[in-house]
Every structure is written in structure tokens, then in C-alpha cells.
């Protein structure tokens, strides 16, 4: 399996986060041809590379170009997704790091093509280094004069997991607290200060400058015909290999794990794969030949998500492991809608009975039960985020759950690998980091 | 690298060390899964921390402060 790289090329011999370092290498080549085209021709330039959201849903990047309504006599905005807060994700963090200049070049193409003025980047707070560098590139390149009548403003989150929620970060974005929005209005309509916006991950904006530079028949012939181009895997956990690997769409999940990530260290045995980020159903070891794109991965009953891979070995108790992430997302949960409120805290309650051998095995079918009464029943869908591998880890791993019920507590008998990994975050606190330090 | 830290510093998560110098808390993502363990050091994370490392981040904190 080989690495291929568009996001990140050029990352490796040159320091890619200086401008005169990325115009060695094609940089900011590609604006000139977009600027030249008009935004009709530009919107289906793009939509014929078929280029899907690498956020999480997977949606045609161009048909939210499309639907923005340039007759609006509001302005209209570009909001790029920098709040990469999915458990298991740091993609967008390696963009912004190592070649911040594409974000900035995508951003004004895809401006162009939606005659946007204002670019809006919402960061998450946590990413400072990130923030430092970007906020550097677009400083130059705003001095090398390549924005000409656009302007790209850098917002750095407080941090919640919500505001990575598009209506949310919007939310936050006008300054208020962030908390999804209901749709319709979706934001092409109204989005940002009620003007039609488009948003869009980081990843997505980056891999513009390539369509553009390239072409669309030669983009098109990196990845598979559903889903073209690369996306950042990342992957962590049980590996011996952790960290982020650019590869065409459609490689099966087996080479990255066993090939680049070298596999399950200590001789021990794959368990589970979450393939999207901790919010996406689990894969059993028998399904990880699946290519990694996003309709494969949907045929089996997951999600590409953020190309986050979680890979879990033999130690892990997968009551644990439902009830690490189901505390998340309760915490997370933002409160607006009660299904989520409530529902994420009925599933932590239900999956510790499990583990202080309380249970019985009704609970199963409760757990069950109250997961498919969250399934989109609230404005966004953090609350499915809890239920999704919840569901998944009692379809394939059934038996565990009896198996606490029947050994009135967790047979693994603290020997699970997530033993005292559940409990301290009750004591987490969000990152304190606010302000730039000086 | 919590109970590390622990050790090194005589204070749990959530506090701070009697001379006032030092807090220690447990945080939420900082979005190195790939890099474990993440520890922010006066807002610069440290990345691929193990508990060998515990000691020569507090003495330089410690020379910081």
C-alpha cells in the first residue's frame, strides 16, 4: 500500500507553511485559473470531480456550492470546519501545521466560486500551534497581495465537540453560546448572520487547489469512481504505528492497519476497528477488508466519518469501551434537545450497571430501546453519536454483555485495558487555553 | 504519566502544588490520539510523554517559574 499524497505533497521537502516554499512547488497556481473562470463554471468544474465532504457526512462539496442563493441581496460567506474534535481525529490538525497555504488557497477558490468577500476558519481553541501557523499564512498572504477583495478571519473556538456541529459552530461563530440550529433554514439559504453560507472541513477546502491545478479528469483518477482524491487517515489506539497516512480513497482498511500502521503490537489479537471516529458503528476483525471510501464503508453498516481509525485490541472490555464513549457524548451533549440530554444519560447509567454487575440481561434490550428512541429524534446528531457504536458493540458483541450480567460484574476483572480510563473523566476539565499567550 | 506527575509534583488532578507554582489538571482532548500521552505545558503540548519524562518536564517548569 503507498502513500498518496495531494493534501500533504510537498510536505516532506519543504517547510510548506512559508508562501515562497509552497510557490516552489506550485503554490497559489491555481488561484489565477480560478479567478479567471466565472463562478457558474467554476461551481461545475468542481462538481464534475465529484469532491465529498471530508468532515464526516460525505455530502458533494459543490452541491452546497450550488445551493448558496448568489441572488441574496445578504452577502455571502465561506465557513471552513477547523473544529476537529471527533475522538480519534487529528487529519485537519496535519493541514493546518504542514501546509496551511492550501487551506488558504482552497478558501479563496471556493470563496470565488460562491462570490464570497469574507471567509470565516473556526478553529478549535486547542489547536494553538495550528492557530499560529495559520494565522501566519494568512497574514502573508494577505501581504503578498493574493487575497484581493477577500479576506479570510481565523476564529479560534473555546472548545466543545458541539461546535464542530455546523449550525452550532455558526452559533459560536456570531458569538453566542454553541448550540445547533433547527433546518430548514440549512445554511446555503441562511447560515451565518442569516447570509447564505457555505462550510466545509478543512481537508475538503485543501484538495481544491489540486482539482484546479490538475484538472478534474486527472483528479478523478486518484481514488474510486464514488468517491475520488485522498483522504488523512487517522489512526490510533491499539497500533503498533499510530499517526496520520494520506492514501487514495478506496484502499482496504486491512493494508493501513497491518502494512503502514504495522499492525496489533505485543502479539496480541484485533478486537475491533471504529473506522470514522469514536462516533461511527465498530467493525469486527472479519470486516476490515472493506475499502476504505465512503459508500463501501456505508454498504457494511458504518461510516467514512472523519477518517479517524480507532483500532481496539483482546484486553479491551467492550462495555467499557461503550461506556467510555457514551460518557463523552453526554458530556458533550449541548442540552437543547431532550432525547440527547436525557437519552446519553440514561445509556451511562444503563452501561454501568453493566460493570457494577447490576444488570440484567433485559437492560440489553432497554439499552436497545433507548438508543432507537435518541436515533433522529434531536437537532443534530450528537445523541445518534452515543447510540451508533452502542448498537454496534450489542449486535457483534452480544456476549460480553450477557457475560457481565452472568458474572455479575466485568469479567475481565480489571484486567481490561480501559480499566480506570473510564472513570477520571468525571474530573476532566475542558483545556483552559483562551487567549494567545504573549 | 498521571501518577507520575502525582509523585513528582505531591498534588492529584485538579490541584495545585502548596507554593502556588504548579497546577495540575487531567484535560480533554488535545487531538493527539496518534501522538499518546499529550501533556500541555503552559499551553505547548508535549506529545509521546511516558512516565520517564515526568521529572525533567517538572524541573523545567520548576526553572520556568
Given at each position: 500500500v503507498a502513500i498518496r499524497e495531494v493534501l500533504l505533497a510537498g510536505t516532506d521537502a519543504r517547510d510548506l507553511t512559508k508562501l515562497d516554499e509552497y510557490r516552489a512547488v506550485g503554490g497559489y497556481d491555481a488561484l489565477p485559473k480560478a479567478l479567471a473562470m466565472t463562478p457558474d463554471a467554476l461551481i461545475e468544474l468542481l462538481q464534475a470531480a465529484n469532491l465529498r465532504g471530508r468532515g464526516g457526512a460525505g455530502f458533494p462539496m459543490c452541491r452546497k456550492a450550488s445551493l448558496i442563493d448568489r441572488r441574496s441581496p445578504k452577502p455571502t460567506y465561506l465557513v471552513v470546519n477547523a473544529d476537529e474534535s471527533e475522538p480519534g481525529a487529528f487529519k485537519d490538525r496535519e493541514v493546518m501545521g504542514r501546509v496551511p497555504h492550501r487551506l488558504v488557497e482552497g478558501c479563496l477558490i471556493a470563496a470565488h466560486a460562491i462570490e464570497c468577500k469574507r471567509v470565516f476558519i473556526f478553529i478549535r481553541g486547542e489547536y494553538l500551534a495550528e492557530y499560529e501557523?495559520?494565522?501566519?499564512?494568512?497574514?502573508?498572504?494577505?501581504?503578498?497581495?493574493?487575497?484581493?477583495?477577500?479576506?479570510?478571519?481565523?476564529?479560534?473556538?473555546?472548545?466543545?465537540?458541539?461546535?464542530?456541529?455546523?449550525?452550532?459552530?455558526?452559533?459560536?461563530?456570531?458569538?453566542?453560546?454553541?448550540?445547533?440550529?433547527?433546518?430548514?433554514?440549512?445554511?446555503?439559504?441562511?447560515?451565518?448572520?442569516?447570509?447564505?453560507?457555505?462550510?466545509?472541513?478543512?481537508?475538503?477546502?485543501?484538495?481544491?487547489?489540486?482539482?484546479?491545478?490538475?484538472?478534474?479528469?486527472?483528479?478523478?483518477?486518484?481514488?474510486?469512481?464514488?468517491?475520488?482524491?485522498?483522504?488523512?487517515?487517522?489512526?490510533?489506539?491499539?497500533?503498533?504505528?499510530?499517526?496520520?497516512?494520506?492514501?487514495?480513497?478506496?484502499?482496504?482498511?486491512?493494508?493501513?492497519?497491518?502494512?503502514?500502521?504495522?499492525?496489533?503490537?505485543?502479539?496480541?489479537?484485533?478486537?475491533?476497528?471504529?473506522?470514522?471516529?469514536?462516533?461511527?458503528?465498530?467493525?469486527?476483525?472479519e470486516e476490515i477488508d472493506v475499502p476504505l471510501d465512503y459508500d463501501s464503508l456505508q454498504k457494511i453498516g458504518t461510516f467514512f466519518g472523519a477518517a479517524a481509525l480507532i483500532v481496539v485490541d483482546d484486553r479491551c472490555c467492550i462495555v467499557q469501551l461503550a461506556l467510555r464513549s457514551a460518557k463523552f457524548y453526554q458530556h458533550e451533549s449541548c442540552g437543547k434537545c431532550t432525547p440527547c440530554r436525557e437519552g446519553t444519560r440514561w445509556m451511562v447509567q444503563i452501561l454501568e450497571r453493566f460493570e457494577a454487575g447490576e444488570a440484567s440481561v433485559s437492560d440489553i434490550e432497554l439499552l436497545e430501546s433507548i438508543g432507537s428512541r435518541i436515533l433522529g429524534r434531536s437537532l443534530c446528531a450528537l445523541g445518534d453519536f452515543a447510540v451508533y457504536p452502542t448498537h454496534s458493540y450489542i449486535t457483534k458483541w452480544r456476549d460480553e454483555f450477557v457475560a457481565h450480567v452472568e458474572h455479575g460484574g466485568c469479567p475481565y476483572g480489571g484486567e481490561s485495558s480501559l480499566e480506570g480510563i473510564v472513570a477520571p473523566l468525571d474530573q476532566h476539565t475542558h483545556s483552559p487555553v483562551a487567549e494567545v499567550p504573549a | 504519566v498521571v501518577e507520575a506527575f502525582e509523585h513528582e509534583l505531591g498534588v492529584a488532578p485538579g490541584e495545585t502544588t502548596e507554593d502556588g507554582e504548579v497546577t495540575f489538571r487531567a484535560v480533554e482532548c488535545l487531538g493527539g490520539c496518534g501522538y499518546a500521552t499529550v501533556v500541555a505545558v503552559d499551553h505547548r503540548y508535549r506529545q509521546h510523554v511516558g512516565p520517564g519524562d515526568v521529572q525533567a518536564i517538572v524541573e523545567e517548569l520548576r526553572g520556568h517559574s
Open positions: 501557523i495559520l494565522q501566519a499564512a494568512v497574514d502573508e498572504a494577505r501581504a503578498a497581495e493574493l487575497f484581493g477583495e477577500m479576506d479570510i478571519t481565523v476564529h479560534r473556538g473555546a472548545g466543545a465537540y458541539i461546535c464542530g456541529e455546523e449550525t452550532a459552530l455558526l452559533d459560536a461563530l456570531e458569538g453566542r453560546r454553541g448550540q445547533p440550529r433547527p433546518r430548514p433554514p440549512f445554511p446555503p439559504v441562511q447560515g451565518l448572520y442569516n447570509a447564505p453560507t457555505q462550510i466545509n472541513n478543512v481537508s475538503t477546502i485543501a484538495t481544491v487547489p489540486a482539482i484546479l491545478a490538475g484538472g478534474v479528469e486527472a483528479f478523478k483518477q486518484i481514488g474510486v469512481e464514488s468517491s475520488p482524491g485522498t483522504a488523512i487517515f487517522s489512526i490510533s489506539g491499539n497500533i503498533v504505528n499510530p499517526g496520520n497516512y494520506e492514501l487514495e480513497l478506496g484502499t482496504p482498511m486491512r493494508e493501513l492497519i497491518y502494512d503502514l500502521g504495522g499492525g496489533i503490537p505485543d502479539g496480541r489479537q484485533l478486537k475491533a476497528v471504529i473506522p470514522g471516529g469514536s462516533s461511527v458503528p465498530a467493525l469486527a476483525p | -
